[in-house]
T-cell receptor, first 111, second 113 residues
Framework: QKEVEQDPGPLSVPEGAIVSLNCTYS??????FMWYRQYSRKGPELLMY????GNKEDGRFTAQVDKSSKYISLFIRDSQPSDSATYLC???????????FGQGTELSVKP | NAGVMQNPRHLVRRRGQEARLRCSPM?????VYWYRQLPEEGLKFMVY????????ESGMPKERFSAEFPKEGPSILRIQQVVRGDSAAYFC???????????FGPGTRLTVT
């Protein structure tokens, strides 16, 4: 069993839709949870990260962590074609450690 | 503030040759991480370095791979006697001290022919 599971998709939605991206994990030691966006043939770009359980909002993006269920989510409101990319979740037990990534979900937002 | 820089962006090597990948972290960042991304797979950790020290190399293959981050200059990931299975995108990330967030460079795409 992988430490971090993420549905690879692809996920296709119409412009303006609310997108929900999810990851599950098995290691209860994870404390920091991140979301990266990766455009084709580019490096991953950090969108946001959260510590422990709870919600964090940044513009159209909301990250949610439920440690009791070992489940994290990223919501994108009013999705745009420019949001079309692969979204990677990542997590780490402590500061300054290796990130454990999910496989990534490929998202396509159609105009 | 320039981001993480990696070069070359594309590298073609024949089987048996050596590949050297370079990474310059963001200004003020003293921690460097290397990750590998194979087609249809997520990013896999390889090694974590601070200046002149290897902190965690648990993801590095036991043979042919080495990494360094000298006091001066970029971090280097070295792959000796490359094989076709080494073909992948190699990403470097950097972070400031005592930070959890890691910032990635554009990657080096290695092709072994």
């Amino acid at each position: 069993q992988k430490e971090v599971e993420q549905d690879p998709g692809p996920l296709s939605v119409p412009e303006g839709a609310i997108v929900s991206l999810n990851c599950t994990y098995s290691n209860s030691a994870f404390q920091y949870f991140m979301w990266y966006r990766q455009y084709s043939r580019k490096g991953p770009e950090l969108l946001m990260y959260t510590y422990s359980s709870g919600n964090k909002e940044d513009g159209r993006f909301t990250a949610q962590v439920d440690k009791s269920s070992k489940y994290i989510s990223l919501f994108i409101r009013d999705s745009q074609p420019s949001d079309s990319a692969t979204y990677l979740c990542a997590m780490v037990p402590n500061q300054g450690g290796k990130l454990i990534f999910g496989q990534g979900t490929e998202l396509s937002v159609k105009p | 503030n320039a981001g993480v820089m990696q070069n070359p962006r594309h590298l073609v090597r024949r089987r048996g040759q050596e590949a050297r990948l370079r990474c310059s972290p963001m200004k003020g960042h003293s921690h460097v991480y290397w990750y590998r991304q194979l087609p249809e797979e997520g990013l896999k950790f390889m090694v974590y370095l601070q200046k002149e020290n290897i902190i965690d190399e648990s993801g590095m293959p036991k043979e042919r791979f080495s990494a360094e981050f000298p006091k001066e200059g970029p971090s280097i990931l070295r792959i000796q006697q490359v094989v076709r299975g080494d073909s992948a995108a190699y990403f470097c990330a950097s972070s400031p001290p005592s930070a959890v967030e890691q910032y990635f460079g554009p990657g080096t795409r290695l092709t072994v022919t």
